[in-house]
């Protein structure tokens, strides 16, 4: 049996593992469009800051990929597929047979259209070569704009705080990680980063990144110029679908997958962040892993397991502080009853959604990692909590 995958990232290199392990004899091969070995990405932000060098985020040495009888092949961009023939062509020329094959190629980082974001110093944030690229123009740089604050652009814009420069993050939202968090815990949030250094921006619509030959400035909806001369837009992600779709699968938002991870193609899988199940794309680490190693599972035998979906992250580190946000935290229609405490000196927050029995239905978590393991526990129990949870806050 010969299986090949497209893209060497975490959904690629857990669903090559997964199908060693299954099959001793089978040939497996990688195809990994960038230069670099495989790494970790999340680990890219410590790149970008200096604190690591991409060998130290790098899990397995080509070695080892040999050792297991894996054929890593690095620098291999694959530009068609051709499902009838059961066949894959590299950018090379070279074309490569499959028996089964899976699409793990992942995600790119959006561009959203920004006039002037093609502007020398304005970046995205995806690879170990964009991390490269932007922390060589950070040394010459002195004020940052990070367009997004979601927790990627918190986290781009502390590495870039790290280095020296003065950050602002603009957020065009009520306030950060609108998603995840209330607008009390956002604001404790944008406290916490001015704390350390890092200025947020709130409601401010990011209408043109400014300059000539390289950027000056992001100029907000009304007219305000925020100075910078390295612009980072943190967008959001858009999956790879276009070798898929140019192949006639079934593509929306990402390749479309069925319960086994199967696109609209025979034999073909995928997986990761390029994946979309269930209308959804995670777009995380815990989904890339389990809808690897479930794709794995299903080529080696195909209809054997069933995915179910990945619980959102639930715990985060963001800007240094732990955040926890569990079940219903801003309930539509208003809560039912909430419990709150909140102390920005202190960088805390914490907020309990009661359900109709008092049971703990929503929580939010801000700098509150000793109260984690507690308020998990009380909503998994679904009883009544409302005295322990006011314990837990002194109320
Ligand atoms: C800086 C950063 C930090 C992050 N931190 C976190 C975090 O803390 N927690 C979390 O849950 N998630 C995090 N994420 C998101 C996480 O990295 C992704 O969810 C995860 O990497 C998805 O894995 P994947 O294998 O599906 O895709 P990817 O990691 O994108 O891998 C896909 C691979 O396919 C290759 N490829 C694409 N097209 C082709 C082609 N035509 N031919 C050959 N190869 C191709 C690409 O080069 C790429 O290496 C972070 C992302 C970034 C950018």
């Known amino acids: 049996m010969e299986f090949v995958i497209v893209g ?61 009888g894996i054929a890593y092949r ?6 068609a597929l051709d499902p009838a023939a059961h066949r894959v062509e590299l950018a090379s020329g070279e ?16 561009a959203p259209g920004i006039p002037g974001e093609k502007l020398p110093g304005a970046f995205t944030f995806r690879s170990a070569a964009d991390a490269e690229r932007i922390r060589t123009w950070a040394e010459g740089s002195r004020r940052a704009a990070v367009i997004g604050g979601g927790w990627l652009g918190i986290e781009s814009a502390r590495a870039l705080r790290d280095l020296g420069l003065s950050v602002t993050v603009l957020e065009r939202g009520p306030w950060l990680l609108c998603r995840q968090l209330d607008r009390g815990a956002g604001e404790v949030l944008a406290g916490l980063l001015g704390a350390q250094g890092i200025e947020v921006r709130t409601g401010a619509i990011s209408e043109a990144i400014l300059g000539e030959s390289r950027v000056r400035a992001v100029r907000l909806a009304g007219g305000e110029e925020v100075p910078a001369d390295l ?22 938002r990402g390749i479309v997958v069925d319960n086994h991870l199967a696109t609209s193609a025979p034999d073909v899988y995928a997986a990761g962040d390029a994946a979309e199940w269930q209308g959804t794309v995670y777009g995380i680490i815990p ?36 955040l926890l946000c569990l079940g219903d935290t801003q309930p539509r229609g208003g809560p039912l009853r909430e419990l709150r405490a909140a102390e920005p000196e202190q960088g805390r927050y914490a907020k309990f959604v009661l359900g109709p029995e008092g049971e703990l239905a929503g929580a939010i978590l801000l700098g509150r990692p000793d109260l984690a393991p507690t308020v998990e526990e009380l909503a998994a129990s679904g009883l009544p909590a409302e005295d322990d949870l006011k314990r837990l806050l002194n109320l």
């Open 8 to 68: 060497g990232g975490l959904a690629g290199v857990t669903a090559a593992r997964t199908l060693r392990a299954l099959d001793p004899h089978a040939g497996i091969t990688v195809l990994e469009a960038e230069p670099t070995p495989y790494y970790l990405r999340p680990g890219l932000i410590d790149v970008l800051a200096g604190r690591k060098t991409l060998a130290e985020i790098t899990p397995f040495p080509r070695a080892w990929f040999e050792r297991q």
């Open 74 to 79: 690095s620098g291999a961009v694959t530009v």
């Open 95 to 110: 074309a490569l047979p499959y028996d089964r094959l899976l699409l793990a190629c992942g995600a790119e980082a959006v």
């Open 231 to 252: 612009v980072l837009i943190s967008a959001g992600i858009r999956p790879r679908t276009g070798l898929a779709a140019a192949a006639g699968l079934a593509v929306g």
């Open 287 to 322: 989904a890339a892993r389990e809808q690897g190693e479930a794709a794995a599972r299903n080529m080696a035998e195909p209809g054997s397991t069933a995915y179910r979906g990945t619980s959102p992250m639930n715990r985060l580190k963001v800007a240094g502080v732990d």
